[in-house]
């Protein structure tokens, strides 16, 4: 028990206020089955869940890239109608920014970031699982729009006017502006949850300047959230209006003007373009110092800088506008704005090398997507520069070097990093460590399919490829390159395929038990979550860790010696603590999966009839009655589960003081 | 943040939660969930109405090849609005009222206060409504230019988000009539509180620049 040898004072919570117990329905007991993870309010599962649907998305939003790719593969492609295609590249980049790569991040948020800073769950739970069906009906909703007319065919920016009735007259932009709507509620609520999380709730000691980097990088985001997604509210806000309600916002003949919708859409889409990003340079700013075993070099720096991208992050949208007109006092400005924000960047890749540098590197998958991060985002990173210079970027909008730029950062950037996550946290969320020699097929597969499927998308943009054409033709010799390119994005399926592979074979392996069961620190870490065993016990913590140090976990483990030479002074796996108490949890609630599924029903009754909006909001007003009626926690709930003697009024500290001092011996941290 | 060994660790119930709202317990910043929520969230919210009123200022006075009918700005009733926005900021005196009276625990004060604010912000309401339906009568409807459209969109979220103010109110009302809500849960209402200046403040926001500059 080293994390807590001084005060080992019992992490007990005080239950609901039984006078104003008064919910509606009897309360879902959490035993097991689908309703254990329907109806808990446990931010465990709720992140297991989160990355469970993501990674459905991700599937769907990946077979629509390759439609896409099998419609470019030779020149006049015939497997998609021009109509079709729209359709599908729309729903291909909506999919994969807000319903892979934001609900990926949201994940490990819910999951890791409570860990990290040493609190048994986030400051609201019902509200947590209540961002996390809104996320799972939005996407339903916006994906509903295939098998009712078409999805949408604006782009993923969709700009105004080109998505109002007049060029797009189905259903599919209502579809895709109100699925937004819904997703954006979700992100918000979880964003207000996590940001009063991480600013409240974090163990003693632990200022702000000694938590973990990753838990910084997703409290940026959060507040990027925050701010970004009441404007891109608006801009849906009026497209619905002028959509459903016959406004004006964009109506050209009334004198709109089509700039409104670009800035708007882009004050919160550069924003987005970090609330991608930050969580993956959050993730390799843990792994990479675990597997080179040295300490991030330059904390404090790369905290200042995730920060100081989140600030500066608003002030570079109109660079996604430089051929709109703006004249060229804008442009200039934003040029220099967006050349600057490479700075801090720039300082983060410098400092992750730096943090590798003469360390004693284990090249374990997580390692190596770690560092396919640093380097395929830095060309990416490159290539965003390059856009800066307003007279090149002229020359590239709208080709395929934009196409390739971006899915440098995201792909090889967001996503590499939330595939070392994966890999990384695995055994700690599953008690068991997905198969490395897979891994490594997994991930050279995907490096290899990536760079061939992106890489030569610079050259056909050079030479001036459009993209959003479904169609070049043979005269114009793009078709080596976009052959090659088809079949990367092939690859990157093989990749794939061998990562559910890898999911199965460990977890039936596991489950057979030639897959070992891990302990509470397989890879000798750094933060507080590798502090408690593999899997994580229900309640996290036993004792509120006390924290002295960044990387407080490490120290416990690390001391210098009198000649100052690091040496190990305690065992991860023996100082963690043993998940052997039963406090009071938070209780499963019905309210939020039900108030959930109000909202897509009041959206399809705006698209299709409003009595449908009505039992929509009669859903949505009952379920915040019930709501506000239940105490959070079930005061009948717990006792029975564990028996009196484990009840949480009877814990006490004497318990585990015996174990404590004994290990207090081993490892005497000041 | 205070060094560790200025935290007061003897009650380690760490993070006032959802779950145990009538016990105050310590948190990092001092300040409950509660209220850095609802902090939060303003915050959030400034930034709604901060792309709304852009987008009024934007597009009040365009003009295209269809436009027709009058601008919001030539019906504007200036001396009417003035006297529903002064009953607006005076519903944030008894608001200020009301946290002050249950913080006393003068539960009659407070529901008292609590009446007038909801009182005062349900005539705002209705001037608005008022306003709403005599703008109309004079041509100017929801869909008639793009100018009309800006201002009923802008000031519609405005009344919106006081109308839940209101509710939240006569809640407040009810569950302190009712004894739920005792002196020991004044931040509830200290919350709403928030909330309902942060409305105010925004319609000041908004009757100056909407109204008032020409």
Request: hydrophobic share 50%; aromatic share 14%; glycine share 10%.
């Amino acid at each position: 028990m080293a994390i807590t040898e001084e005060r080992p004072e019992i992490l007990e919570l005080e239950s609901g206020d039984t006078s104003f117990s008064t919910g509606a329905f009897a309360r879902p007991t959490n035993a097991s089955g689908w309703r254990a993870w329907f109806f808990t309010v446990d931010h465990k599962k709720i992140g297991i869940m989160y990355g469970a649907v993501a990674m459905f998305w991700f599937l769907w939003g990946g077979i629509e890239a390759l439609l896409i790719r099998a419609q470019l593969f030779t020149p006049n492609g015939t497997v998609l109608t021009a109509e079709q295609y729209n359709q599908i590249f729309t729903m291909h980049g909506t999919t994969m920014v807000f319903l892979v790569i934001m609900p990926l991040a949201a994940a490990f948020a819910n999951y890791i970031v409570p860990l990290q800073i040493g609190a048994r769950d986030v400051a609201f739970p019902r509200m947590n699982a209540l961002g996390l069906w809104l996320f799972v009906f939005g996407g339903i909703f916006l994906n509903l729009s295939w098998f009712l007319g078409g999805g949408p065919d604006g782009g993923w920016f969709a700009y105004a006017p080109n998505t109002g009735v007049t060029f797009s007259p189905g259903a599919g932009m209502d579809f895709y502006a109100l699925g937004l709507q819904i997703a954006g509620i979700a992100s918000l609520v979880g964003a207000i949850n996590l940001i009063v999380t991480v600013l409240n709730m974090r163990a003693p000691g632990m200022t702000m300047l000694r938590m973990p980097v990753f838990t910084w990088m997703i409290l940026v985001v959060q507040f990027l959230l925050l701010f970004a997604l009441p404007v891109i509210t608006v801009a849906l806000i009026l497209l619905s209006f002028d959509r459903t309600f016959d406004a004006n916002f964009f109506n050209v003949a009334m004198g709109a003007d089509p700039l409104l919708w670009q800035h708007l859409f882009w004050i919160f889409g550069h924003p987005e373009v970090y609330i991608l990003i930050l969580p993956s340079f959050g993730i390799v700013s843990e792994t990479l110092p675990v597997f080179s075993r040295k300490p991030l070099f330059g904390y404090s720096v790369i905290v200042i800088s995730g920060a100081a991208i989140g600030f500066m992050g608003w002030g570079v949208w109109a660079h996604h506008m430089f051929v709109s007109g703006l004249g060229p006092v804008g442009v200039a400005a934003f040029s220099a704005t967006t050349m600057f924000i490479a700075v801090p960047t720039g300082v983060k890749i410098l400092n992750w090398i730096a943090t590798m540098w003469g360390g004693n590197l284990r090249f374990t998958v997580p390692m190596m997507f770690s560092i396919s991060l640093v380097s395929m985002f830095t060309i990416g990173g490159l290539s965003g520069v390059m856009h800066s210079v307003a007279p090149a970027d002229t020359q590239q909008t709208d080709t395929y070097f934009i196409v390739a730029h971006f899915h440098y950062v995201l792909f090889g950037g967001a996503l590499m990093g939330l595939f070392a996550g994966m890999y990384y946290w695995w055994p700690k969320a599953f008690g068991y460590r997905l198969s490395e020699s897979l891994g490594k097929w997994h991930f050279w597969i995907l490096l290899v399919g990536f760079n061939m499927t992106f890489g030569p998308m610079h050259i056909v943009g050079l030479q001036g490829m459009a993209r959003r054409h479904s169609r070049y033709g043979p005269e114009d010799g793009f078709d080596f390159w976009n052959a090659v390119v088809s079949i990367g994005a092939f690859v990157i399926l093989i990749g794939m395929i061998v990562f559910a592979v890898n999911i199965v074979r460990s977890w039936l392996g596991y489950k057979a038990g030639t897959v070992p069961q891990e302990p509470a620190d397989p890879w000798d870490a750094r933060t507080l979550e590798w502090a408690i065993p593999s899997p994580t016990p229900e309640h996290n913590f036993d004792y509120v860790p006390v924290v002295t140090d960044i990387d407080d976990f490490w120290h416990k483990k690390y001391q210098p010696d009198e000649n100052g030479k690091l040496r190990k002074v305690a065992d991860g796996n023996e100082i963690a603590q043993k998940g052997d108490q039963h406090p009071h949890l938070p209780s499963p609630s019905y309210w939020p999966i039900v108030l959930a599924a109000g909202l897509p029903l009041i959206a399809l009754g705006l698209i299709y009839n409003l009595w449908v909006s009505g039992i929509g909001l009669v859903l949505l007003l009952g379920a915040m009655f019930g709501w506000s009626l239940e105490p959070a926690t079930d005061p009948n709930a717990g006792h029975d589960d564990h028996g009196d003697d484990h009840g949480p009024d009877a814990n006490t500290p004497d318990g585990d003081e015996g174990g404590d001092a004994e290990v207090a011996e081993e490892a005497p941290v000041g | 943040m205070a060094d560790i060994d200025e935290i007061d660790t003897s009650n380690l119930a760490y993070g006032r939660t959802e779950w145990d709202d009538h016990h105050h317990l310590p948190t990092n910043t001092g300040l409950t969930n509660e209220k850095v929520t609802m902090w939060a969230f303003l915050g959030s919210d400034c930034l709604l109405f901060g792309a709304l009123i852009s987008t009024y200022l934007l597009l009040r006075n365009r003009v295209g090849p269809a436009t027709s009918g009058p601008t919001a700005a030539d019906l504007f009733d200036i001396p009417f609005t003035s006297v529903s926005s002064f009953v607006l900021l005076m519903s944030s005196l008894t608001m200020v009222l009301a946290v002050t009276s249950i913080q006393r625990a003068e539960m009659d004060r407070c529901k008292l206060w609590l009446l007038t604010t909801a009182a005062l912000g349900s005539i705002f309401i209705a001037g608005q409504v008022y306003e709403f339906t005599s703008f109309y009568r004079e041509g100017l409807g929801f869909t008639t230019n793009i100018s009309s459209s800006a201002f009923y969109t802008l000031t519609g979220f405005h009344g919106v988000h006081v109308s839940l103010g209101i509710v939240m109110l006569v809640t407040m009302w009810v569950l302190v009539s009712g004894g739920q809500i005792g002196p020991e849960r004044a931040e509830t209402i200290e919350i709403i509180g928030l909330y309902w200046h942060f409305v105010d403040i925004v319609w000041i926001v908004i009757f100056a620049v909407v109204y008032l500059i020409p």
